[in-house]
Every structure is written in structure tokens, then in C-alpha cells.
């Protein structure tokens, strides 16, 4: 319960806070919504002598469009994005899956870009911007980079974030009409990571799938795409059969950990599972 | 490790405190505020037993620090009541035996306060919902529930007899 002791500091722009990170190197860790950092400070997993708080960036929030694009504040809290009337109308997969994600008080505090910087394989945003084909926008000394969502998850609690940049901003291509979406996640309760999930963003043309993304949430390392699942739908007609040949691929890329949610054989077997009922209820939503 | 002068506002009082960055905003309501309502009955985030109003938002007490309330308004269960007459959700708790032991209580009605502002007319299952970052280990929730809906039909009529 009792976090060490630290040094904090608060930054009101991302240049002071990159500059910050720069001058006192890792020892430093961005507090963010606080709602993965302040628990493994808690229990003193995490000992940063400092805390760089970045709640009162400001270019650090807000949904906006541009172009083709949608583009979220890193800091953007998880509630913000489920009341989004933009991301509901350009990429509804954003705007309804984080009702899945914790718990009221926690979406409060809880932003995007913290969920996906924190690398955890049971986080959500992981796989679902994989499905999404979102790119992530960094900043350090240097200046932008943008990574994709698909180059970025490399490890358990690790990324392709360097420890001097600042994620500001998640970009996602908005949904052409008529695309079909899920994210179906098996919990042992509300507010629980995931025993196993399935992001998918499909769409039909003349009864065919002309495209599809299938990503996996805690049956890996770390977040994973799985191409092999993607190769069984495209170009075929949905049936019976092609979404167990999906389902039999995204077994097959699973390589889960065994905790207290279950073993490997189960959690692979509800690999299957929620990806054949994901690639339903997104072939639902097509038109 | 310096302390941090910060101003906060919680009750509708302000507060400038010195306070150290680690200082949970829990343990700063319950101890340096002696505002012992709110409570702790977990280290994971998961209890909602902590829970405050923070600039009209639910959050766990337990996950934020103090020092990142300056500036911000905090209100707590001993600020519910107006003048000694029980807020709604304090009533409808009271009336549908929505508590036992009351522990989870304080954090409950914090919760339900800004629930029900954030959707007046709830369905069941949106109570459910709603008040899911809230564990209760003596009611079942089933007397919360009804609790919620008599606290939202009575702010519903208070609303018709202001207008």
C-alpha cells in the first residue's frame, strides 16, 4: 500500500516534460493516469526516484479529425473515449470497447496512452489498435517519430517507446463505411484482464472479405496480430468453415502464460473461441 | 524528498497543506484532514471503498496522490448531507437497507452521487454497471440497487418541484 518515496514534478507543456526526462535519465518514470504506475509503487515492484506527471499537458487531450484520420490525445481517459460522438461515428470499435476495460472510477483516470505504453499483454488497447491499424506518435529530444501499433508491442512491458520520448497522440485510420468490428473478451468478472481476447475489424464485398484484422489481448507476450487467421477469411466467403480455419490459426499463434486464469490448453482453446465469435459479431455489423 | 505546498478545495473548504508527493489522497483525507468516512479496503485498486468526487469525476482515492489535487475540488461522504437533511443517495440507502457493516457505504454513495448525474435514469443493469468499481461484501448489491433507483426517482422529483 505504501509507495517509496519520490521526487515529483509537474511539467505543463511536452517539451518540459521531455527535457525533464532527459535530465534525470531512469530514474524518472511519466505518471500518467496513474492507474498501472501507482499500483506496482504500491507494492513496490516499481521504485522510480521521480515522477514526471503529464495531467496537465494539455496538448496531450482531445479526439480530433483529421483527414482520413482520427487522432487521440495520449492522455485521452478511457470514459472520454466511450462519450466520444467522433470516435462512435469513424471508428466505433474505440468508442465501445473500453466499456470492457476496468471499472468506472479506474476509465476516470486510465488514458489510451497510457493502457498501450505500460506494454502489459492483458491491457486491451494493445490488440485492439492492432486491429485498427493505429500509429502512435512519439516525441523525444529529437523531435516526432510516428511507429505503427503493429512495430511497437516487442515484449512483456516492453516497447519501442525510448525511455527519453513521450507518446502524444494515437492515430487511426476511420472505418469506410459499412465495416464490420468486435472485441470479445473473456473475464472472470467486470473490471478483470482478459483470460483471452479477439479484436477484429472485418469488411464484406459481395459476399467475400476484402479486408480483415484479427489481434489477440493476453494469449502472448505480448499483444499479437495474427496473419495466419487473416489469410484463412481474405478473399473467401464467410462460412462455417473458414472461421474455424481462423479460429484453428489464432490457436496455433497463442502461446499464453499459465496463471490463475488458466492453463495454456484452456487458454488456447478460448483463443479459438473468442476470435470465431468476434469474426461473427463483426460479420454482423457489416453492410 | 521536498513536500509540496498544494490548495485544494474539498468540502467546499480550501486546504493548503504541505504535503510529501508519495502521501496517497486517502491516507491525506483520512489523516491529515481527519476525514475518515472514506475508507481503505484494498492495495490493488479494486475495492472502490476509497472513492471521492474529484472535479465532478468518481476516483479511487487510494490510486491518486494528494499533491495532484492542487487546484482541484474534492468532495467527500462527510460533505453530502446539506444543512443536516441526508442527500438522496444517503436516504435511499437509509430507506432500502442498502448497507450492513458500512463499510463499502461512504464509497458507494460517492459513487451513486455522480452516477446518477452522469445517467438520471438508470436501467438495472446500468446500476450494476455503474457501480462496478464498488465491492460490497455484506448486501449482495441487491438492496444497492434498489437503493440507486430511490435515490434517482427522488432527484427526478426534486428536479419537478424546482421547475
Redesign the interface.
Given at each position: 500500500?505504501?509507495?517509496?518515496?519520490?521526487?515529483?514534478h509537474a511539467p505543463r507543456t511536452v517539451d518540459e516534460a521531455i527535457a525533464l526526462l532527459g535530465s534525470l535519465g531512469s530514474d524518472a518514470k511519466l505518471l500518467a493516469g496513474?492507474?498501472s504506475l501507482?499500483?506496482m509503487m504500491?507494492?513496490r515492484f516499481a521504485q522510480p526516484a521521480h515522477?514526471i506527471?503529464i495531467?496537465r499537458i494539455p496538448e496531450l487531450r482531445g479526439i480530433r479529425e483529421e483527414g482520413n484520420e482520427v487522432v487521440i490525445g495520449a492522455m485521452t481517459v478511457e470514459n472520454e473515449l466511450i462519450a466520444s460522438p467522433l470516435l462512435q461515428a469513424k471508428v466505433p470499435l474505440l468508442a465501445d470497447a473500453p466499456?470492457q476495460i476496468?471499472?468506472?472510477?479506474?476509465r476516470?483516470?486510465g488514458t489510451i496512452g497510457g493502457d498501450i505504453a505500460h506494454g502489459d499483454p492483458g491491457n486491451d488497447h494493445p490488440a485492439i489498435s492492432l486491429a485498427l491499424d493505429a500509429t502512435f506518435d512519439l516525441q523525444g529530444p529529437q523531435g516526432k517519430r510516428s511507429v505503427k501499433a503493429a512495430d511497437f508491442f516487442l515484449g512483456t512491458y516492453t516497447t519501442a517507446l525510448a525511455e527519453d520520448e513521450i507518446m502524444v497522440a494515437i492515430r487511426v485510420p476511420a472505418f469506410a463505411p459499412g465495416t464490420g468490428w468486435a472485441y470479445e473478451k473473456l473475464k472472470r468478472k467486470?473490471?478483470d484482464w482478459a483470460t483471452a481476447g479477439a479484436a477484429v475489424v472485418l469488411r464484406l464485398s459481395g459476399g467475400s472479405v476484402s479486408h480483415v484484422r484479427i489481434a489477440l489481448t493476453n494469449l502472448a507476450p505480448m499483444a499479437i496480430r495474427v496473419p495466419a487467421a487473416e489469410a484463412a477469411l481474405l478473399g473467401q466467403p464467410l462460412s462455417a468453415a473458414s472461421i474455424a480455419a481462423a479460429a484453428q490459426a489464432a490457436q496455433t499463434a497463442a502461446d499464453p502464460a499459465e496463471d490463475l486464469r488458466g492453463d495454456i490448453a484452456y487458454k488456447t482453446a478460448m483463443a479459438g473461441q473468442m476470435v470465431k465469435r468476434a469474426i461473427q459479431a463483426a460479420a454482423a455489423r457489416c453492410s | 524528498m521536498a513536500k509540496k505546498l498544494i490548495s485544494v478545495k474539498v468540502n467546499g473548504r480550501t486546504q493548503e497543506k504541505a504535503v510529501e508527493p508519495r502521501t496517497l489522497l486517502i491516507h491525506f483525507l483520512r489523516e491529515e484532514l481527519s476525514l475518515t468516512g472514506a475508507h481503505i479496503g484494498c492495495e490493488t485498486s479494486h475495492c472502490g471503498a476509497c472513492t471521492v468526487d474529484i472535479d465532478g469525476q468518481s476516483v479511487k482515492s487510494c490510486t491518486h496522490l494528494a499533491v495532484q489535487c492542487d487546484g482541484s475540488e474534492v468532495l467527500t461522504v462527510e460533505g453530502l448531507a446539506n444543512a443536516g437533511v441526508l442527500h438522496a443517495v444517503q436516504e435511499g440507502f437509509y430507506k432500502e437497507h442498502g448497507l450492513q457493516c458500512g463499510f463499502c457505504t461512504p464509497g458507494m454513495l460517492m459513487r451513486a452521487y455522480r452516477f446518477l448525474q452522469e445517467n438520471p435514469n438508470p436501467s438495472e443493469a446500468e446500476i450494476r454497471a455503474g457501480m462496478a468499481g464498488n465491492l460490497c461484501r455484506c448486501t449482495g448489491y441487491q438492496n444497492i440497487v434498489k437503493a440507486v433507483q430511490y435515490a434517482a426517482a427522488k432527484l427526478q422529483q426534486n428536479e419537478k418541484v424546482a421547475a
Amino acid at each position: 500500500m505504501i509507495p517509496p518515496a519520490f521526487d515529483y514534478h509537474a511539467p505543463r507543456t511536452v517539451d518540459e516534460a521531455i527535457a525533464l526526462l532527459g535530465s534525470l535519465g531512469s530514474d524518472a518514470k511519466l505518471l500518467a493516469g496513474g492507474h498501472s504506475l501507482l499500483p506496482m509503487m504500491k507494492l513496490r515492484f516499481a521504485q522510480p526516484a521521480h515522477l514526471i506527471d503529464i495531467n496537465r499537458i494539455p496538448e496531450l487531450r482531445g479526439i480530433r479529425e483529421e483527414g482520413n484520420e482520427v487522432v487521440i490525445g495520449a492522455m485521452t481517459v478511457e470514459n472520454e473515449l466511450i462519450a466520444s460522438p467522433l470516435l462512435q461515428a469513424k471508428v466505433p470499435l474505440l468508442a465501445d470497447a473500453p466499456k470492457q476495460i476496468a471499472d468506472p472510477q479506474v476509465r476516470n483516470r486510465g488514458t489510451i496512452g497510457g493502457d498501450i505504453a505500460h506494454g502489459d499483454p492483458g491491457n486491451d488497447h494493445p490488440a485492439i489498435s492492432l486491429a485498427l491499424d493505429a500509429t502512435f506518435d512519439l516525441q523525444g529530444p529529437q523531435g516526432k517519430r510516428s511507429v505503427k501499433a503493429a512495430d511497437f508491442f516487442l515484449g512483456t512491458y516492453t516497447t519501442a517507446l525510448a525511455e527519453d520520448e513521450i507518446m502524444v497522440a494515437i492515430r487511426v485510420p476511420a472505418f469506410a463505411p459499412g465495416t464490420g468490428w468486435a472485441y470479445e473478451k473473456l473475464k472472470r468478472k467486470t473490471g478483470d484482464w482478459a483470460t483471452a481476447g479477439a479484436a477484429v475489424v472485418l469488411r464484406l464485398s459481395g459476399g467475400s472479405v476484402s479486408h480483415v484484422r484479427i489481434a489477440l489481448t493476453n494469449l502472448a507476450p505480448m499483444a499479437i496480430r495474427v496473419p495466419a487467421a487473416e489469410a484463412a477469411l481474405l478473399g473467401q466467403p464467410l462460412s462455417a468453415a473458414s472461421i474455424a480455419a481462423a479460429a484453428q490459426a489464432a490457436q496455433t499463434a497463442a502461446d499464453p502464460a499459465e496463471d490463475l486464469r488458466g492453463d495454456i490448453a484452456y487458454k488456447t482453446a478460448m483463443a479459438g473461441q473468442m476470435v470465431k465469435r468476434a469474426i461473427q459479431a463483426a460479420a454482423a455489423r457489416c453492410s | 524528498m521536498a513536500k509540496k505546498l498544494i490548495s485544494v478545495k474539498v468540502n467546499g473548504r480550501t486546504q493548503e497543506k504541505a504535503v510529501e508527493p508519495r502521501t496517497l489522497l486517502i491516507h491525506f483525507l483520512r489523516e491529515e484532514l481527519s476525514l475518515t468516512g472514506a475508507h481503505i479496503g484494498c492495495e490493488t485498486s479494486h475495492c472502490g471503498a476509497c472513492t471521492v468526487d474529484i472535479d465532478g469525476q468518481s476516483v479511487k482515492s487510494c490510486t491518486h496522490l494528494a499533491v495532484q489535487c492542487d487546484g482541484s475540488e474534492v468532495l467527500t461522504v462527510e460533505g453530502l448531507a446539506n444543512a443536516g437533511v441526508l442527500h438522496a443517495v444517503q436516504e435511499g440507502f437509509y430507506k432500502e437497507h442498502g448497507l450492513q457493516c458500512g463499510f463499502c457505504t461512504p464509497g458507494m454513495l460517492m459513487r451513486a452521487y455522480r452516477f446518477l448525474q452522469e445517467n438520471p435514469n438508470p436501467s438495472e443493469a446500468e446500476i450494476r454497471a455503474g457501480m462496478a468499481g464498488n465491492l460490497c461484501r455484506c448486501t449482495g448489491y441487491q438492496n444497492i440497487v434498489k437503493a440507486v433507483q430511490y435515490a434517482a426517482a427522488k432527484l427526478q422529483q426534486n428536479e419537478k418541484v424546482a421547475a
